[in-house]
Structures are given as structure tokens and as C-alpha cells.
């Protein structure tokens, strides 16, 4: 595959959807940390931002961090953009935008890769991954400034390989705007589980960059700015294990060398508690959190959505061992299965009490297009578009009963004495476990800086302005004697969090799933 080269220069303009608030996207902390105002960098168009020629001006915009002005439209020759299904509304209203200004309008990513039917107003379409397709639109940008009379289509049939992937355009964001720093290794899960999407889109062979690619976006990530915690955002990071097993040494050796600056996090299926080896080299690397689609504590549910492989050892004991090794275990829970009864709130919680998880996700279940759920509910007549569901399934229980169990389970879980129970178990019986840094490597003065600007905001807006200061303080003196700031600023911002947004949810003010249509902004 041969790169395009362009006989023009273009101005291009790359703007990425405001995301809908969720559980997920942690915007309650960001008041707290100074300068934070995004989750985490948007990988995709970064990537697409790092591949397009460089004779040609590229300007990048996050709406998560700011919107984009008149005066970036009218600046472009086009506009790229990317989004998933959650961001459609967005997505199109940026489109409308740069029609105004009579702009061309190029859409690309995992919504309009699944759905293209869902965007019929863009000029240009890329479906499917960087590659072909992204050569011969970056061709008709270069030899074409006027709209096309309709809508033209470049889909992909020849994949840029993962290890020809350019380091993202760090050089366009600032870093430190955002809450978690990210990066991928790679692409495609084994595993079809039946509501997700990721099979379809990316295949079930995952497909990988080189360790020496992985460590230099690492040195790039930390000449832009130092998160303090970068996510690996591959669909599941054990995918492939030889080649985990390869890349750990060289996440472990980049640590020590510079000093551990950041932690680690990833996502990952629970058999991963079935590798030792894997988990012990893990710690050396200093990953601190998984996150785990664990759905369900109930089989049935499990087998019925085809994701058996969360039964090839007990769940619990597979929470326990992450913990052992020093990784905080993050779930994915989902309500609404076929398989619910109206005891499957009581199992859910149940089953949170049992796991000591402090934080999960959860969802009430959503079908997304293209994947067997969706075509399965479809044949049944059971998708429902309206935007005033929180989900577009017609569950088997009544709607409204399920919704509600929906709102006990979070209600419960993210009850703040129940929560900083659960945190204060993984700080006895986890944190412990984690490999052990120097302070010298990460007392940096701007970290310190940093701690303790966030620490003064917690102390005052948690510590005296919420209603459950008491219970803050309950975990936060015994924290200070022993100079456990580290447990006290990572405990008191998830949890302001979760808390927050949990009495949103219960008040009707947001909504109970990922990917609902219910508009609440």
C-alpha cells in the first residue's frame, strides 16, 4: 500500500463529539483537579490527525474541552470527524455547522463504520479502519475544495497494519486537559459476546503494534504532559498473550527508567486471573486497575450471551486473585438479560457485597446495530427507537420494573458509607499488594503540586460542603496519620463521583445507559 502523496496544501479541520455524561466519563471530578476537562484523548482521530499529509495544516478540536467557533469553520478548506453511536446527535450538528460556512465534511469512525445509513448529510464517508480508504479520501480533499452533488463512500479493504499506526498528534492537545492519559496495543477481540460490537468492527484476531511503537507513544505522551495514569484501551489486553507477554518487559523497563511516572490500567477478560505469570509481570509494570465486562454474577445470563469464558473459574475467586497482585477491580455490570428475574437485583447486590468491587458500571442493556443482539431482538420484533426509553429493548420483564431495579442496584451500591466500605476493603486487602515505588521517583515537585491542590479541594468541597463529610473523614484521619495521601485522593474523587451522579440518576436527570437515546443535555 502505497501513501498518498498531495499536490496541494489543505487546512483541515479535526473535531471530535461532546460526549453524553455517563457513570464512565468521571466529569464530577474533573472541578477538582485543576485544568482537567475531558476523560480521556479521542485515539482515533489523534491517529487520523498524525496520518495526514505533513505539508498540510492540521487544527484539532475536543468539544469535550472546547467547541469549536465560526471562525474554525470558516478557517478550513474541510472538516474531519469521528464519533461513536452515543455521539450521533453531535455528529451531525457539527456536520450542519461547516455546511454553513459551505465547508467539505468527511466522517469516519466506529458509528458511520457500523451505520452509515445514520449520516446520510456528510459529503464523504470513510467505513472501516485507517488504510485504502483513508488514502483515496485524503486524494479527492487534495483535489477537491467544492461539496460533491452527493454523498461519496470510501470503505477500507486493505488495512494499514496496526505496526505502521503513527504515533498519535499529541502535539495538537494538552495533555494535562484530561483525566486519564490512553493508549492502544491492540485491535479485535477472540470473543463474540453477543451484545458487543467490537467482532464486527474489528475482527476476532486481535492485531498489534510493536512493543518499540507502544514505548515511543509513551515518551510522546510524557513530552505532551504526564497524566499520572494512562489507560490501555484495547477491546481486551490479553487478547493475545504471547504478545502481552512480550510487551510487559518493555512497559517494566521504561518504568524503571523513568521512574515510574504514571500507572497503569487496562481492560481485560477475567480468565486473565488464570495467568500468573502474566499478572505478576503486570505488578512489576505497575498496573493498578483492571476493568472487567463482568456482566452478570448469574450463569445463565452468561451462557445465554455467549460470554461463557467469564465461568471458566469462579468469578469471586478471580476478583481475589486481581487483588492479590494489587489491581483494583473495575466491573461492567448489565441489566435487562432475557434471563433477569426479579431477583436479579438482590444477586447483584449480593454479589457486589461478596466481591468488595468499589466501582461498577451500571447499564441498563442496549442493543447496538450490527451485533447478534440486535439482530436476534430485530427478527423478534423487539427494537424500539423512541427517545424517551433509556433503553431500545423490550425487555421480557416490564420496562419500568427493570428500570427500577436498575436505580435500587446503584442507589445501594453507590450509597457513600456502602461505597467507601468497599474502598476502604481494597486499601486493607490491595493496595498493599502493589509493587512498591520509591518516593523520590514520583515526588516530583509539579506532582506535589499538583496532590495537593487536588487535596485541597477535596478536603473543602467533600470534606466540609457534602452531605457526607462524616463518612469522608471517617477514612481520611487514619489515612493522614499514616500518610496515605495517595489512598485519600483516589478514593475521594472516584467516589465524589459516583455519588454525585448516582443522585442524579435516582432524581431522573441522567440517564441508565451508555448508549440510551434519551437526550438529557
Known amino acids: 500500500m502505497t501513501t498518498y502523496i498531495p499536490e496541494n496544501k489543505r487546512k483541515i479541520l479535526c473535531v471530535f463529539p461532546k460526549y453524553s455524561r455517563s457513570f464512565g466519563t468521571f466529569h464530577h471530578a474533573y472541578p477538582l483537579i485543576k485544568g482537567v476537562k475531558g476523560f480521556m484523548p479521542p485515539q482515533g482521530i489523534l491517529v487520523v490527525a498524525a496520518y495526514l499529509p505533513k505539508s498540510w495544516e492540521v487544527r484539532f478540536i475536543d468539544e469535550n474541552i472546547t467547541m469549536a467557533t ?97 504515533i498519535p498528534a499529541y502535539n495538537l492537545i494538552k495533555l494535562e486537559q484530561y483525566f486519564l492519559g490512553n493508549i492502544q496495543f491492540s485491535s479485535g477481540c477472540p470473543y463474540n459476546c453477543e451484545f458487543c460490537d467490537i467482532p464486527e468492527l474489528y475482527g476476532n484476531s486481535p492485531r498489534l503494534k510493536t512493543p518499540s511503537q507502544v514505548i515511543a507513544e509513551l515518551d510522546a505522551m510524557l513530552a505532551s504532559g504526564n497524566p499520572g495514569a494512562i489507560y490501555f484501551v484495547d477491546d481486551n489486553f490479553v487478547g493475545n498473550r504471547r504478545a502481552l507477554m512480550e510487551l510487559l518487559p518493555h512497559l517494566i523497563d521504561w518504568q524503571k527508567k523513568n521512574g515510574y511516572p504514571v500507572e497503569f490500567t487496562c481492560e481485560a477478560t477475567l480468565n486473565l486471573a488464570q495467568s500468573p505469570k502474566l499478572l505478576e509481570m503486570m505488578r512489576e509494570a505497575y498496573f493498578t486497575t483492571v476493568f472487567c465486562g463482568i456482566e452478570t454474577p448469574e450463569p445463565s445470563a452468561l451462557k445465554a450471551i455467549s460470554k461463557q469464558h467469564n465461568l471458566s473459574m469462579p468469578i469471586l475467586e478471580a476478583v481475589k486473585t486481581f487483588n492479590r497482585y494489587g489491581l483494583e477491580v473495575v466491573s461492567g455490570i448489565i441489566i435487562g438479560f432475557d434471563t433477569d428475574t426479579p431477583e436479579t437485583a438482590d444477586n447483584i447486590l449480593e454479589f457486589i457485597k461478596a466481591s468488595q468491587i468499589p466501582v461498577l458500571t451500571i447499564n441498563l442493556l442496549f442493543a447496538l446495530p450490527k451485533t447478534p443482539l440486535w439482530n436476534r431482538l430485530a427478527k423478534e420484533g423487539r427494537i424500539i427507537e423512541e427517545d424517551s426509553r433509556e433503553s431500545n429493548i423490550d425487555f421480557l420483564m416490564p420496562y419500568e420494573e427493570v428500570v427500577n431495579m436498575w436505580k435500587r442496584c446503584i442507589s445501594i451500591a453507590y450509597n457513600p458509607e456502602y461505597l467507601y466500605e468497599r474502598f476502604a476493603y481494597n486499601a486493607k486487602h490491595t493496595y498493599p499488594n502493589r509493587l512498591e ?85
Open 437 to 521: 515505588i520509591p518516593d523520590s521517583q514520583r515526588a516530583s515537585w509539579s506532582n506535589i503540586k499538583k496532590g495537593l491542590q487536588i487535596l485541597g479541594n477535596l478536603l473543602w468541597r467533600v470534606g466540609v460542603l457534602s452531605n457526607y463529610r462524616q463518612i469522608f473523614w471517617k477514612m481520611a484521619i487514619p489515612a493522614f496519620k499514616s500518610l496515605d495521601i495517595e489512598s485519600i485522593i483516589h478514593i475521594s474523587l472516584v467516589s465524589h463521583h459516583l455519588i454525585k451522579f448516582t443522585e442524579e440518576c435516582t432524581q431522573g436527570e441522567e440517564s441508565a445507559s451508555f448508549y440510551s437515546q434519551k437526550r438529557l443535555e
Open 70 to 166: 465560526k471562525a474554525d469553520y470558516q478557517w478550513a478548506d474541510a472538516v474531519i470527524v469521528s464519533g461513536m453511536h452515543i455521539q450521533k446527535p453531535r455528529i451531525n450538528h457539527i456536520n450542519e455547522l461547516a455546511h454553513q460556512e459551505g465547508k467539505i465534511t468527511l466522517l469516519g469512525g466506529p458509528s458511520v463504520s457500523g451505520c452509515p445509513e445514520y449520516y446520510p448529510d456528510f459529503d464523504l464517508l470513510h467505513l472501516g479502519e485507517l488504510g485504502d480508504a483513508t488514502d483515496r479520501a485524503i486524494e479527492y480533499l487534495d483535489k477537491h475544495t467544492q461539496r460533491p452533488t452527493q454523498q461519496i463512500r470510501f470503505e477500507t479493504v486493505e488495512r494499514l497494519p496496526l505496526d505502521r499506526f503513527p
